[in-house]
């Protein structure tokens, strides 16, 4: 299996809609996808908050990502 990297979001965005229309993903497929991105840019958010001593932004970030997640 060969593994993927992506430098940017914009790079996930466009590896995504070139899967979806070459390999035929189901939209189903597509929108974990989406909710994953979603989740990892909360999280990344919750860690700059963190960085920055602001609890409640970071909090609100986790709670968004967890939900992103289920």
């Given at each position: 299996m060969r593994k993927v990297r992506f430098l940017t979001v914009?790079?996930?965005?466009?590896?995504?809609?070139?899967?979806?229309?070459?390999?035929?993903?189901?939209?189903?497929?597509?929108?974990?996808?989406?909710?994953?991105?979603?989740?990892?840019?909360?999280?990344?958010?919750?860690?700059?908050?963190?960085l920055d001593a602001h609890p409640s932004h970071c909090q609100y970030d986790v709670m968004v990502a967890q939900d992103a997640l289920r």
């Open positions: 914009e790079e996930f965005d466009a590896w995504m809609r070139e899967a979806e229309t070459k390999f035929n993903i189901p939209a189903k497929v597509i929108d974990a996808w989406l909710d994953i991105k979603l989740a990892v840019e909360h999280l990344y958010n919750a860690a700059m908050w963190g």
